[in-house]
């Protein structure tokens, strides 16, 4: 070290004594001289103090640590290891960050809180788990992920041994730890192992945990859990050895204090019905649970914990019988102990009573015989050589017999639950190798110290011995493998404490030795011990006591009292009693008193030898074990086990005595740190080379300190060397080692001074120079000051005596203007007298003129206007009487017209005028007729393209019709038919006008009537205004209403999340649904691998998978039938309307179930026809094949009839819909709506049926038409064969075609007679109709002139009541009426329309077979459906294979494909061509090949995908082709939603027959599924590399300082063999992520769904650096906030050049981001306060608190933030509803969406590459 430096100088700060903190701080302040006797001391309150210093009664005291030491994570990175600091850092650690754990070395510290915190959560533990011990916070998870993982590579058992004093949380630190190992290795099968160890805790926690004074739930015995792991690392087992429980506590509790929980449990569940014979009442009314008078903790819930101690017995599989068993005999012992046991009066001897209820439920539960109970309770057996002796007992010694069998009776019971607990625990499976975890009582000393603190104390001394050498084996391992020269260091052994107990002829031998002797005392005894071990260091005897001994132990000294101890050890139990219990009719209490031993060899011997003499006392062997001999030995097997494992260990401390939270007593603490060990470990590293540096790290840190010259060399460890050799001078005080740099204890502290000198130093001349500056700055500014202020004076006096000039020559010149004015102005009103003068002369001579002219023009106007009144008056009296003449003459000429008309209305005249409407009618029939002439023209034409092989011969037929009509004589006849047709329509139409008119008279009066309804609707809506306006005077009242505006935006944002959560409940059941899926694959998989047989399997063909491997059913036609017609009448009414009406959707299951059965019954006629027709082909021709040709003619054309019938039907059916929802929606009168409707019903139904009469006569024309072809050319054939044959017969054959055509005529004449007849009789039909409706009207009339009446007569209120409630009636009335006609027309529809898809079905398959028929090929050529009407050449975009080369297609579009091989060429090609192939198979009409093709495409995606489930390249092209293809069945499936964005020709290509929604709802679960995997996959690639890259990787370099890490990066948490931890920066993550990107977007996955995968991997990214931050205190520095600024920087400028930042990504970067900037934030004032709780909005107030908690300082220069101010944040953002979590779930999921897009592509321009070998794909 250098000469100039001694480190007791001014301004040093040290810890002194204090009896009240143990170590109080303090500073020098004089420079203290070696050999002085004070030190001149300050205190932190300014207080001098003048500190005694002597060489050996008083030695200097202890250095403090800089203060950028405190608070470390490790006590051994401390530069001061001495016990002030320890002490010093755990209290900061605990009081000001309230961080409970710390490490020491390889020592675990955990301090109570006494208080529930959120750091033990699921996401806690995936945060640990995987980490490396010191990586992260110190944690009671890291100590467990650390055995784990040395278990996993050193292939070595481990132990976790938690040790502390009772109350310090050792029982809650081992559950912990199990839970840890529970969660990382959970059991790979179904047997839920890890919930069963879990569930033990419970059980023992009851039977063995109590309450003490200085802890709620403390535990009374030791236990060593030994958790069994397999070869992969997964829990197979448990086991549990228990040590000394503490029997003595079921007899007596001290003040305060309770009996075993589960005895409270008991009682507090006594009242079920099932504990009614236990005879069980309230705690306080049994003495061994009433001794403490407190039967209550404060918090606890008895019957609730007993409900969980059942659960558990049942998880472990411990029957009801059993557990009904267990709680009679503890139940049992509680009536044991009211058992009141009378002393006689001799006092030798005592009774029972006979009357004790106590003893018989004793004996009751026990199953015993209460005379031999009551009996051995008061007396003994003496056993001698000759004889034997029952004697009596006192009472005392009755009762401590009674006494010592129910701790005996507890013992046993407590065996027998941990034996069958592990049976529980046990597994078949081999175990591997396992972990520890030892949670045994701490060092204890009270005031009365007994055996059960004896054997507690030996306990700690044996571990301590252990842990001592352990640790010391550590540093000789280390020191070993950096390869330094270390010397032996001497630790605290003892091992001669130990000897003094368990040594011959030690306590515990003279203990048992004692208690062998028949009259042994514990006053004897302590007599042999004094006489004994007088010589033993560690041995004293009080000078005040001849019954106690003191032993000095590690911890501290102790002294026992020895009452008692011989009677613990001995822990007696009369035979008599045992055996009784032995006999017992219940079985479980029987086992628990027999001897294992004797159990095993009866059951394992397999000869029975019989013994020479009996041994009566045989049982007796094992009582006269003493407890001490037995602890001895288990411990002894406890050390062992311990030795043979690489142990961890957790030291637990008890804060304060009075439970409180968060309160730190030192005296306690430095107490339990003596006595754990953590000062012994201190002090063995002190002894060593406790500061450890690696290069890097020292070189980072102190490069401060190095020449220039220096930095220059490239070796860095070097370098280091240089400069250590050039500041310490003491080559002892540091070693190099092959990694790191070892460092004496101060060495640390000495370069942290020098640094902080530097720093000073450069500071200061940084602050010289910059002063300096500003002065040079500040002299320009004066003298330019200066040199501007003589500018602007000069200037100012410059201006100043210009102005004066300027002044001189305005005076002046205003002299002179002032003059000119002057003079001017007298001119001017000279001027202006004169002239004044001569205007008002001149004026008044001109007056006078004009007067003399107005009054000769007045004179003359009066003359005019009197003679034009005049004339005017003269005129009308002319016109007057004019007038009145004509109107004479005209009355004349009227009268006589009158008279006239009225002769002539009383002619015939009148008769045909009336009937004129129905000329009107015979025209509009007329119309018709043409109508129907141009449809007979069409279908003409449409017959000749049909039969274009025949037109040239119907054409010659047709000419000799036209010959022989020509020669009849009958043609005037069907001339007169016409003519009479043509009448009988002029009168129908005649008749339809007459109805017309009726009709507007109808609506003329209904729209009087309408007016006034309107007349009195406008009275009700004045009502109905007055009565709005008193209700909102009303709702103004309300608070309800106010709040709806502003709550608004809450529900939505409510809606929102509630649909968010829908989703994501939605989509983990889909991932649910995934994972069972590929558990059931997997064991089909091994079934089928042990079942496997040679060969090639095929499936049936009609098997379908779907069934097995999805959860959706088959598609049928007739389903998507039944199902359709619903689903549009939902449609076109409204969701609303038809979810309110009940009735409509029983009515469509019925109207379905009809369909159902009506297409059945036309199914069977189909197949009867069918067979009819095979049955007419298989016969030999017959002479009548032209009649059965022509009846083929005639079905081909009614075939087509249909057709177009269907069509038209649709039309007319549309536009009906159409208007009726049209007038549903309007308000307008039930009546009007009636009947128009009924009206229109009407004219459809007669244009319907004279539409039929219409075609059914074409069709018979037609048939005639063909007969004759068929004649005409057979007689060609004939004559072409015989020439003059048919010479010779052509005259009777024209005879004869000619009597066939009138007989034709004939037949046709008729029907068009009935056709008249029945359209007037339809006409008189309606025309009743229509009078029945003008009665209906009437009555109408009446009714609504009644209610008029009566609504008259009401009050206003009534009125508006009565009319709403008669509206509601009316409408509803009217809506029931719309429904059931709707609902027969769609009948109609659905039942034409079903007929037409069979027909036409039917057809396809008989031109399909036809096909096949004609064919002569060896393989069949594929069907194609085939019309009359439809002649495609082009390609249509549709793909046809056959049904055998499924197999093959999808093998090469999915099972073969790889991602790059279609990378060239369109995006998702193969989710087109899927589709193309499904388009031809729904062009077919194929339901099957359709249901084959999904189905199987479906299992093949999910058999690739399982196959590359870690494969991202794979995993996003089939989720982009999923989706592509979802989105191909949406845009094709001809739902108008769908098809808003398509093109005219992609309409065109809509599917046509099969609808295909339950397929798009599989295709969207399985891209849910697919999307999840992708995740998955992308996260497990990019989560190695988040903490590195976001947190360690130097983005800007230089910038990080180094802090010495202590235990952070320890050899044995690393992986050495490896290599150690691969390390990431942030340009390989944004790489990695780019990757991502490019790769999904060159499968062409849409850009939402794009958006949606990096949204959810920045939240990963998000989660797991915030998750690392929270835990990592070495992170949490203003250095590492701009680092980790910077790098969010640039992953949102990633996502700004990939156009990803509208994707809500850069939102879940938030919270990180905040934290950054609270890492660089001021945090002093209350101002730095408020700007925090407003900036870090997405952070958690436990969130803020942490970071604040975590800051660490780099330099000296850097503040820590106060607890002040802490507290400060927490009281501002009390308020806040912050989830209690303190970590972010990296597990969550957002919902994905799948947004619908569209192809512009169009199918027909797709081209299929040639490398795909799809050669048996056939373009359609």
């Known amino acids: 070290m250098t000469s100039d430096y001694y480190p007791y100088s001014k301004f040093t700060r040290v810890w002194i004594p204090d009896p009240e903190d143990v170590w109080k701080a303090a500073e020098i302040v004089r420079d203290y001289k070696e050999g002085?006797?004070?030190?001149?001391?300050?205190?932190?309150?300014?207080?001098?103090?003048?500190?005694?210093?002597?060489?050996?009664?008083?030695?200097?005291?202890?250095?403090?640590?800089?203060?950028?030491?405190v608070g470390e994570n490790d006590l051994t990175a401390l530069s001061y290891l001495h016990e002030p600091a320890v002490l010093h850092n755990l209290r900061v650690r605990f009081l000001e960050s309230n961080h409970i754990y710390t490490y020491c070395g390889i020592v675990l510290v955990a301090i109570n809180p006494y208080e529930q915190l959120q750091i033990y959560g699921e996401e806690v533990i995936n945060a640990y788990s995987g980490q490396n011990m010191g990586d992260m916070d110190p944690h009671i998870f890291a100590v467990a992920e650390e055995a784990y993982k040395q278990m996993a590579r050193d292939e070595r058992n481990q132990s976790i041994i938690v040790s502390?004093?009772?109350?310090?949380?050792?029982?809650?630190?081992?559950?912990?730890?199990?839970?840890?190992?529970?969660?990382?290795?959970?059991?790979?099968?179904?047997?839920?192992?890890?919930?069963?160890?879990?569930?033990?805790?419970?059980?023992?926690?009851?039977?063995?945990?109590?309450?003490?004074?200085?802890?709620?739930?403390?535990?009374?015995?030791?236990?060593?859990?030994?958790?069994?792991?397999?070869?992969?690392?997964?829990?197979?087992?448990?086991?549990?050895?228990?040590?000394l429980l503490e029997k003595s506590r079921v007899v007596f509790q001290a003040e305060d204090e309770r009996n075993y929980h589960i005895f409270y449990q008991l009682c507090a569940s006594a009242s079920l019905p099932e504990f009614k014979e236990l005879s069980l009442t309230s705690a306080e009314d049994f003495t061994f649970t009433s001794l403490g008078e407190n039967i209550f903790i404060e918090g606890v819930n008895d019957a609730e914990d007993f409900k969980k101690t059942r659960e558990a017995f049942t998880l472990l599989g411990i029957k009801d019988s059993s557990q009904s068993s267990i709680f009679k005999v503890i139940a049992s012992i509680l009536h044991l102990g009211n058992i009141e046991i009378c002393p006689e009066r001799d006092g030798e001897s005592c009774h029972i009573s006979r009357d004790d209820v106590h003893l018989k439920h004793f004996c009751q539960l026990m199953g015993v015989e209460m005379q031999q109970m009551e009996h051995w309770l008061c007396h003994r057996k003496l056993v001698t050589a000759s004889e034997t002796y029952v004697k009596n007992m006192s009472s005392k010694q009755a009762t401590n017999a009674r006494n010592a069998l129910a701790k005996h009776i507890y013992a046993r019971m407590f065996d027998w639950i941990v034996e069958h607990i592990n049976k529980a625990l046990q597994t078949s499976t081999k175990q591997h190798s396992f972990i520890g975890v030892l949670d045994i009582y701490g060092f204890e000393t009270f005031e009365v110290n007994s055996f059960e603190q004896f054997c507690i104390n030996y306990a700690n001394e044996k571990l301590q011995q252990q842990f001592n050498s352990h640790v010391f084996k550590l540093e000789q391992e280390e020191y070993m493998k950096e390869q330094i020269p270390w010397t032996l260091i001497d630790f605290y052994d003892n091992q001669p404490c130990i000897d003094l107990i368990e040594a011959r002829l030690g306590i515990l031998d003279l203990l048992d030795e004692e208690c062998k002797v028949p009259k042994g005392t514990d006053q004897n005894w302590a007599q042999k011990l004094y006489k004994q071990n007088s010589s033993s260091a560690h041995f004293q005897k009080p000078r005040m006591s001849n019954t106690s001994f003191i032993i000095i132990h590690f911890a501290d000294k102790v002294e026992y009292q020895c009452e008692g101890f011989l009677e613990k050890n001995r822990d007696t139990v009369y035979e008599e009693q045992i055996n009784i219990l032995k006999a017992s009719q219940f079985q479980l209490v029987a086992d628990l008193f027999h001897e294992k031993e004797d159990v095993t060899s009866s059951k394992s011997s397999k000869i029975n030898v019989r013994a020479a003499k009996s041994t009566p006392k045989a049982p007796n062997k094992d009582h006269r074990k003493t407890v001490g001999h037995q602890f001895r030995a288990s411990l002894h097997l406890l050390m062992e086990t311990l030795n043979a494992t690489t142990p961890h260990y957790v030291r637990c401390i008890k804060p304060n005595d009075d439970k409180e939270a968060f309160s730190f007593d030192s005296r306690r603490a430095v107490q339990q740190l003596r006595a754990c060990g953590v000062l012994e470990t201190i002090r063995i590293s002190a002894a060593g080379y406790p500061s450890r540096w690696t290069y890097p790290d020292f070189f980072s840190r102190y490069r401060v300190l190095l020449k220039k010259s220096d930095m220059m060399l490239a070796d860095k460890k070097l370098v280091c060397k240089n400069l250590l050799e050039t500041l310490i001078k003491e080559p002892d005080m540091f070693q190099f080692g092959k990694t790191k740099i070892f460092f004496r204890a101060g060495q640390v502290a000495y370069l942290e001074k020098l640094r902080a000198d530097k720093f000073r130093s450069a500071c200061i001349k940084i602050q010289k120079t910059v002063r300096g500056w500003l002065q040079r700055v500040r002299y320009r500014k004066i003298r330019k000051s200066a040199i501007t202020l003589q500018r602007y004076g000069r200037g100012y006096l410059a201006r100043r005596y210009a102005d004066f000039l300027r002044q001189t020559r305005a005076a002046v010149i205003c002299q002179k203007q002032y003059r000119m004015v002057r003079d001017r102005r007298a001119y001017l009103r000279v001027r202006q007298a004169v002239v004044t003068i001569q205007a008002f002369t001149r004026g008044m001579f001109t007056r006078r003129i004009y007067q003399e002219f107005l009054l000769h023009h007045k004179a003359m106007i009066i003359q005019k206007s009197v003679r034009s009144w005049l004339q005017r008056k003269k005129f009308r009296r002319a016109r007057d009487a004019a007038i009145t003449i004509q109107c004479a003459y005209r009355r004349t000429l009227a009268k006589r017209q009158l008279k006239q008309l009225k002769i002539e209305a009383r002619s015939a005249e009148r008769l045909k005028k009336l009937n004129t409407g129905m000329e009107n009618k015979i025209v509009q029939l007329q119309r018709k007729m043409d109508d129907q002439s141009k449809e007979y023209k069409s279908q003409n034409e449409q017959l000749l393209l049909v039969n274009t092989t025949l037109g040239s011969e119907v054409n010659k037929l047709q000419k000799q019709l036209e010959q022989v009509r020509s020669q009849q004589s009958d043609g005037g006849q069907l001339t007169s038919l016409q003519e009479e047709l043509e009448r009988l329509r002029e009168e129908l139409q005649e008749a339809a006008?007459?109805?017309?008119?009726?009709?507007?008279?109808?609506?003329?009066?209904?729209?009087?009537?309408?007016?006034?309804?309107?007349?009195?609707?406008?009275?009700?809506?004045l009502l109905k205004s007055e009565k709005e306006e008193m209700n909102q005077r009303i709702l103004q009242h309300s608070k309800s209403f106010e709040e709806d505006g502003s709550s608004v935006s809450q529900k939505e944002a409510s809606l929102q999340k509630e649909l968010d959560q829908e989703r994501q409940r939605y989509q983990n059941l889909l991932k649910e649904f995934s994972r069972l899926e590929q558990r059931y694959d997997n064991l089909k998989e091994e079934v089928s691998l042990s079942k496997f047989q040679p060969g090639h399997r095929r499936n049936p063909s009609n098997q379908s998978s779907l069934e097995s491997d999805s959860n959706y059913p088959s598609i049928s036609t007739s389903e998507v039938g039944d199902t359709e017609d619903s689903i549009q009448l939902v449609e076109e009414m409204g969701v609303e309307k038809a979810a309110m009406d009940i009735s409509l959707f029983m009515k469509l299951q019925k109207r379905v179930r009809e369909l159902e059965q009506e297409r059945k019954r036309l199914q069977a006629n189909v197949d009867k026809m069918e067979e009819l027709a095979k049955r007419k082909g298989s016969e030999s021709r017959s002479p009548t094949s032209e009649q059965e040709t022509a009846d083929l003619a005639y079905n081909n054309l009614k075939r087509q009839e249909l057709e177009t019938e269907n069509k038209k039907l649709k039309n007319d059916l549309n536009e009906l819909r159409k208007a009726i929802s049209e007038r549903a929606s309007q308000n307008n009168s039930s009546n009007e709506l009636q009947d128009s409707y009924n009206l229109l019903l009407s004219q459809l139904k007669s244009a319907n049926e004279e539409l039929d009469a219409r075609k059914e006569e074409v069709l018979i024309l037609r048939t005639q038409i063909v007969s004759t072809a068929q004649l005409l050319e057979k007689n060609d054939h004939i004559e072409s064969n015989d020439v003059p044959e048919l010479n010779d017969s052509k005259e009777p054959m024209d005879k004869e075609e000619a009597l066939k055509a009138?007989?034709?005529?004939?037949?046709?004449?008729?029907?068009?007679?009935?056709?008249?007849?029945?359209?007037?009789?339809?006409?008189?039909?309606?025309?009743?109709?229509?009078?029945?409706?003008i009665e209906l009207l009437r009555d109408d009339i009446e009714k609504k002139q009644e209610i008029l009446n009566y609504t008259s007569s009401l009050s206003p209120e009534a009125k508006v009541e009565y009319s709403v409630q008669q509206e509601i009636t009316r409408l509803t009335n009217d809506n029931l009426d719309l429904k059931e006609l709707v609902e027969k027309?769609?009948?109609?529809?659905?039942?034409?329309?079903?007929?037409?898809?069979?027909?036409?079905?039917?057809?396809?398959?008989?031109?399909?077979?036809?096909?096949?028929?004609?064919?002569?090929?060896?393989?069949?050529?594929?069907?194609?459906?085939?019309?009359?009407?439809?002649?495609?050449?082009?390609?249509?975009?549709?793909?046809?294979?056959?049904?055998?080369?499924?197999?093959?297609?999808?093998?090469?579009?999915?099972?073969?494909?790889?991602?790059n091989t279609v990378s060239a060429t369109v995006p998702c090609l193969p989710a087109y061509i899927l589709f193309m192939c499904i388009r031809h198979a729904d062009y077919i009409n194929d339901d099957q090949k359709v249901e084959s093709l999904l189905t199987s495409t479906i299992n093949a995606i999910k058999k690739v995908l399982k196959k590359n489930n870690d494969d991202f390249e794979m995993t996003s092209f089939w989720l982009a082709n999923t989706s592509r293809l979802l989105h191909c069945l949406k845009q094709y499936s001809g739902d108008e939603v769908f098809m808003t964005q398509n093109t005219a020709k992609q309409n065109e290509h809509c599917l046509k027959n099969f609808d295909l929604a339950e397929y798009r709802q599989v295709l969207s679960d399985l891209s849910i599924q697919i999307y999840q995997q992708l995740i998955k996959v992308a996260e497990g690639i990019i989560?190695?590399?988040?903490?590195?890259?976001?947190?360690?990787s130097e983005s800007i370099p230089s910038l990080a300082g180094v802090k010495p890490m202590g235990y952070r990066n320890r050899s044995s948490s690393m992986d050495t063999d490896a290599g150690g931890p691969s390390s990431y920066t942030l340009e390989a993550l944004i790489r990695q992520l780019g990757q991502f990107h490019s790769i999904m977007q060159d499968h062409g996955l849409d850009p939402e769904i794009v958006g949606q995968v990096v949204r959810q991997l920045f939240h990963c990214i998000n989660a797991v650096t915030l998750n690392n931050l929270l835990l990592r205190k070495d992170v949490c520095s203003w250095s590492n906030g701009m680092q980790l600024r910077y790098n969010t920087s640039q992953m949102e400028e990633w996502l700004r050049a990939n156009n990803l930042f509208q994707s809500k990504a850069a939102a879940t970067l938030e919270p990180i981001i905040q934290a950054a900037q609270l890492l660089q934030v001021k945090k002093k004032t209350t101002q730095d306060a408020e700007a925090i709780c407003s900036l870090c909005s997405g952070l958690s107030t436990q969130q803020i608190v942490k970071i604040l908690n975590l800051y660490t300082p780099l330099n000296e220069f850097e503040e820590r933030v106060t607890v002040s101010f802490i507290r400060n944040i927490q009281n501002r953002l009390q308020d806040r509803n912050d989830p209690p979590q303190l970590l972010v779930d990296t597990k969550q999921t957002f919902p994905v969406l799948f947004p619908y897009t569209p192809s512009a592509l169009s199918l027909e321009t797709l081209q299929i590459p040639a490398s795909l070998s799809l050669d048996f794909l056939v373009r359609v």
């Open 1385 to 1459: 027309l769609e009948k109609n529809e659905r039942k034409l329309k079903k007929q037409l898809r069979i027909y036409m079905k039917k057809v396809q398959e008989l031109e399909a077979a036809q096909a096949a028929a004609q064919t002569t090929k060896s393989r069949p050529e594929l069907s194609r459906q085939v019309t009359v009407q439809r002649k495609e050449k082009d390609f249509e975009g549709m793909l046809e294979y056959y049904k055998e080369d499924e197999a093959l297609l999808l093998k090469t579009l999915i099972s073969d494909i790889r991602p």
């Open 164 to 243: 502390g004093e009772s109350g310090a949380g050792k029982t809650v630190s081992a559950k912990y730890a199990m839970r840890f190992f529970a969660t990382v290795g959970g059991s790979a099968n179904d047997t839920n192992v890890e919930e069963k160890v879990l569930a033990s805790s419970p059980i023992m926690e009851a039977i063995g945990n109590a309450k003490t004074t200085r802890n709620d739930n403390s535990s009374r015995f030791g236990k060593y859990i030994q958790i069994g792991f397999s070869r992969r690392y997964h829990i197979i087992g448990a086991n549990m050895r228990t040590y």
């Open 1583 to 1592: 989560q190695p590399m988040i903490v590195s890259a976001m947190l360690e």
């Open 36 to 69: 002085e006797p004070v030190l001149h001391l300050k205190l932190e309150d300014e207080t001098p103090l003048e500190y005694p210093v002597g060489p050996k009664s008083n030695p200097l005291p202890f250095l403090r640590n800089p203060d950028i030491l």
């Open 993 to 1021: 006008s007459q109805r017309k008119r009726l009709e507007e008279e109808h609506s003329t009066e209904k729209m009087g009537l309408q007016q006034r309804v309107e007349e009195l609707e406008r009275e009700n809506s």
């Open 1302 to 1333: 009138y007989h034709g005529l004939c037949e046709s004449k008729k029907l068009l007679e009935a056709q008249l007849q029945t359209q007037s009789r339809q006409h008189k039909d309606e025309l009743e109709a229509l009078h029945t409706q």
